[in-house]
């Protein structure tokens, strides 16, 4: 496991350096074809949205799971740009004072309180609607079938019923309380959709078989709902100068979670079963599957 690790770390840090000097050209002042001009206030903020920290996971994902599928890199670093920049539009939102009210967010600012409340919401925004022109773009090196199934696909699970959705429910939570099923629905969609997207990106990038595509999703599935649950032991186990935000305010808010539900014991051995269905749907691809396998892993184990 620790040579596993390493290479995991290596390329994790890797795959974000080279996602983070693709962000940083896209969002430069460089005006492209069809646009009149990139307002600077609006493009900083978008630029700080984006570049202010991050392990840059989702992106990973798909890169990785391009890569087991001898999928394009290029084209997987620019749809996990795109997933980046919708991930991070999904933030910018969620700290406004409407939604969850943080100051903080990566241990800084938030975009409101380091710009303005009217720059973050037109932020997030821009941050939406480029994720599509990114995979759209004749840069992006795939057949147009592939990106209109990527299109779909993100759109879905950005959307309605997707991440848009799953914070609309999540809002609701703090005046009436779901139940089990309804906390794990709202988890689904919240957080769970674009980690599933991330994966199953992979599959379409590589044009690979409608099996290797549905058991990607799957994958992404599992670690998306091992995602949450650390996410919900974190909050109530670290601090903020850990994770670099406020801790604790689901529990404030009354909002449901599953730790609270069963416990923290229920809580560990669930996150444990997640890491080790998502290993096994890995099984197939043997070694090549070694990085994502680890990816699980760490999802679990994270510490921020």
């Given amino acids: 496991m620790d040579a596993k690790l390493g ?9 974000a350096a080279e996602i983070e000097a693709l962000l940083d050209l896209l969002l430069s002042p460089a005006v492209l074809s069809d646009e009149i001009t990139r307002p600077d206030l609006l493009r900083s903020a978008m630029h700080y ?23 394009n890199r290029q ?11 919708i991930h991070c539009y999904s933030l910018v939102h969620d700290d406004l004072p409407a939604m969850d009210d943080d100051d903080l967010r990566r241990g800084k600012p938030t975009v409101h309180i380091k710009f303005d409340e009217a720059t973050a919401i037109l932020a997030g925004d821009s941050l939406l609607t480029y994720a599509f022109d990114i995979i ?5 090196d795939l057949p147009d079938r592939s990106k209109t199934e990527l299109v779909l696909a993100i759109a879905r699970a950005a959307g309605l019923g997707g991440m848009a959705g799953g914070q609309a429910l999540d809002l609701a939570a703090e005046t009436q309380a779901p139940d089990e099923a ?30 290797d595509r549905q058991r990607l999703r799957r994958f992404g599935e599992k670690i998306g709902l091992a995602f949450q649950l650390a996410d919900d032991i974190l909050d109530l186990t670290s601090d903020i100068e850990t994770m670099g935000k406020a801790t604790g305010k689901d529990t404030a808010r009354g909002k449901g979670t599953l730790v609270a539900l069963h416990g923290m014991d229920w809580a560990e051995k669930q996150l444990r079963q997640h890491v080790e269905d998502a290993e096994d749907l890995l099984d197939p691809y043997g070694g090549r599957a070694a990085v994502l396998k680890a990816t699980a892993q760490f999802v679990a184990e994270r510490k921020s």
């Fill in 7 to 15: 290479t995991f770390e290596t390329r994790l840090k890797s795959s």
């Fill in 182 to 211: 309804g906390i794990i629905r709202l988890q689904a969609m919240k957080t769970g959709a674009l980690i599933r997207f991330a994966c199953e990106a992979g599959a379409i990038i590589a044009g690979a078989s409608a099996e």
């Fill in 49 to 71: 949205a984006v570049l202010n920290g991050g392990k840059r996971l989702r992106p990973f994902l798909v890169v990785e799971s391009a890569a087991l599928l001898g999928g």
């Fill in 136 to 140: 759209a773009a004749p840069e992006t």
């Fill in 75 to 85: 084209a997987a670093l620019r749809v996990g740009a795109a997933l980046e920049c």
